[in-house]
């Protein structure tokens, strides 16, 4: 049960300084005692507003039976209704300046009615008995430079779906399922952490969560708050790190939300040239309005403080970034230097990963950034905008153009996977094959590979283990580490059955042994951020279309040495130059059966002998098939 409260003069003064960070305690609906009374304390920021009232199933939804107070010139309204319960429905009833009544859903409420429906829904947030402390206390020591992190990214209401029991039963599975049956496929897999979309409620499907009406509350599609509370515990307990996909960048217009809340911008910018995205029909957030800056700030704590998220992906960071991020001239308004930049979304960056990560050792800020922009992931104090780690799409554009070419091109586009190595050290990065990759007849991973049945399963088993290989954290969506053929869509589950033929089932292994090998060996991440974590054996075997290169301890031992064949040639007299005169053991074959293969592991050991290759002085002698993947720990 909650407390007595009400704004105070200091509550005030913070927000209005952007800096009150547990803003979303006071600000909503929340279960309380006044005078003695059971009830609800309801509170809104609509500082254009002529008057408030709460409406809700408690009042017949009646705009004059409970009008909130307004005592300060700040716009912020409360007010507390004794005859209110957990469970009930309500919105704010705003009367514009124009006269006009809004009926808008809470900015803050954390439980929302479900879709189609769009009222706010009263839920009691304290009292949940969590049980993930030995996670969060080791979560304190996560080194994002040193640590493994693969990710598998998900969609919850499409991974699995129930048979529907009518035709509007969309079949979701509900948080605590879901906790259960994907911290299984995810332990089984050897994923670190989960990306859920969607989490954040929303009014349509389709949107896939990055149109956001409800910042503060769990979708309801799947359950309760404290269900997905449930959910969060659990992946804990299974050692399973859990991000959510955030959008701070931009809200829909749907009338219940946040667009025009109080009959005038208050969230948006009010210029429509600052103030709305031209191509996704959607609002900017104001970043230059201390309150919007304290709605955004506060929200991303929240998740981390009350739902012990371990870290957030910011989605469309450019979009911020850039004041004429999809518009065209005439579309956008220059900052005070005459400049593209928006100098407030920088300063916001800025604040925000200063007072999360100051706060919350150990969770991590992941930047959706599309561009060149620097020092993404470089300290605020150095001029950075202080993010953990920033996905790169350059890498992931390239080593796409290149796994789609017949393999006869490879050669003519051998430096598309090397050039991503000149970079790698410039941030902090995830290398990422995302949902975005695979909609919008874009093809699943496996049917943008060339070549036609198994050719396809052995060419994404080699650009799987180039990426396990390249310097970066790891992220993979959902269907993808089995073959899924069709495109992902939010309507459909993943085609799960594609499991019972061979090749998804050994492609599927395949992945399992790469993540595996991933997690056990510190060369492949501890060293992610030093340009010698990376050293190129040959990096010009065009004409071959071979890539060979040592990933390196931190420490000498345990160092692996890749070797990578991009075509459907097997070179029975491969020969490659090693830094060191050495035993080399084969710790990866892709051709082994269990992978679709025909060679089992006779030979696991390779001497080096003095004889010069690829410019080193010592070399040793490997039979490499086609589209072979070979990796040997020395």
């Not at 429906?117 to 947030?125: F, M, Q, T, Y």
């Not at 959008?247 to 910018?269: I, M, Q, R, W």
């Not at 300063?347 to 999360?356: A, D, G, I, P, T």
């Not at 090693?578 to 080399?584: E, G, H, N």
Request: net charge negative.
């Amino acid at each position: 049960m909650g407390v007595n409260m009400k704004i105070t003069e200091l509550d005030r003064y913070l927000f209005g300084e952007g800096t009150h960070y547990e803003i979303y305690k006071l600000l909503g609906a929340h279960v309380g005692v006044n005078r003695k009374k059971e009830g609800v304390f309801f509170a809104v920021w609509a500082p254009h507003a002529k008057s408030v009232s709460v409406v809700g199933n408690f009042n017949n939804w009646d705009a004059k039976a409970d009008i909130m107070k307004c005592d300060n010139n700040m716009g912020l309204y409360q007010l507390f209704i004794p005859k209110v319960r957990e469970g009930d429905l309500y919105k704010f009833c705003i009367t514009a300046q124009s006269g006009e009544l809004l009926y808008k859903a809470d900015p803050y409420a954390n439980y929302s009615e479900l879709r189609p429906g769009n009222a706010s829904r009263i839920v009691d947030l304290t009292g949940y008995k969590w049980s993930d402390s030995v996670w969060m206390k080791k979560r304190q020591e996560f080194d994002v430079d040193k640590d493994a992190m693969s990710i598998y990214e998900v969609h919850p209401g499409s991974w699995k779906k129930h048979p529907a029991q009518g035709e509007d039963d969309p079949g979701f599975y509900n948080y605590r399922e879901l906790a259960h049956e994907l911290a299984k496929y995810v332990k089984e897999m050897g994923y670190t952490h989960v990306e859920l979309m969607g989490i954040a409620e929303h009014p349509f499907d389709g949107s896939w969560g990055y149109q956001v009406t409800g910042y503060y509350a769990p979708t309801s599609r799947y359950g309760t708050p404290e269900d997905f509370r449930y959910f969060v515990n659990y992946l804990h307990k299974n050692k399973i790190g859990v991000i959510l996909d955030w959008v701070p960048a931009h809200f829909p217009k749907d009338a219940h939300g946040l667009a025009d809340f109080d009959g005038a911008p208050t969230y948006e910018y009010a210029d429509p040239r600052k103030g709305e995205h031209p191509d996704w029909g959607t609002k900017v957030f104001d970043y230059g309005k201390n309150e919007v800056k304290n709605f955004l700030i506060a929200n991303a704590l929240f998740w981390i403080e009350e739902f012990h998220i371990d870290g957030l992906r910011v989605d469309a960071v450019a979009s911020m970034l850039y004041l004429d991020y999809g518009r065209r001239d005439g579309e956008w308004v220059p900052n005070q230097y005459g400049e593209n930049k928006n100098l407030e979304a920088i300063e916001f960056f800025r604040h925000l990963n200063s007072v999360v990560l100051g706060k919350h050792k150990g969770v991590v800020m992941i930047a959706e950034e599309s561009t060149a922009w620097p020092m993404v992931t470089g300290k605020p104090e150095d001029g950075g905008l202080g993010f953990s780690l920033k996905w790169n799409m350059g890498w992931m554009h390239d080593f796409l153009e290149y796994m789609k070419l017949d393999p006869y091109f490879r050669k003519y586009n051998h430096h598309k996977m090397t050039f991503s190595t000149s970079y790698a050290y410039s941030e902090r990065y995830v290398l990422v094959l995302s949902h975005d990759e695979v909609v919008h007849l874009k093809c699943s991973m496996i049917n943008k590979m060339p070549g036609l049945g198994q050719d396809k399963f052995e060419n994404l088993k080699a650009g799987y283990s180039y990426m396990i290989g390249h310097p970066g954290k790891k992220l993979l969506f959902m269907g993808q580490d089995f073959g899924q053929y069709q495109e992902w869509s939010e309507e459909r589950e993943l085609d799960w059955y594609l499991l019972r033929e061979e090749n998804h089932q050994q492609l599927q292994n395949y992945v399992k042994e790469l993540l595996k090998m991933y997690k056990k060996y510190p060369a492949l991440y501890a060293n992610d951020s030093n340009y010698q974590g990376l050293e190129w054996i040959n990096a010009d075997d065009a004409t071959r279309s071979i890539y060979s290169f040592v990933r390196w301890s931190p420490t000498g031992r345990n160092n692996l040495l890749f070797v990578i064949n991009y075509t459907p040639v097997a070179r029975e007299d491969y020969r490659v130059g090693v830094p060191k005169r050495k035993q080399y053991k084969l710790i990866l074959n892709s051709k082994e059966p269990e992978f679709g293969g025909d060679v089992h592991k006779e030979v696991v050991d390779y001497k080096a002998v003095k004889k010069e290759c690829d410019g080193r002085p010592y070399s040793f002698a490997y039979s490499l098939p086609a589209y072979g993947v070979a990796v040997f720990r020395f």
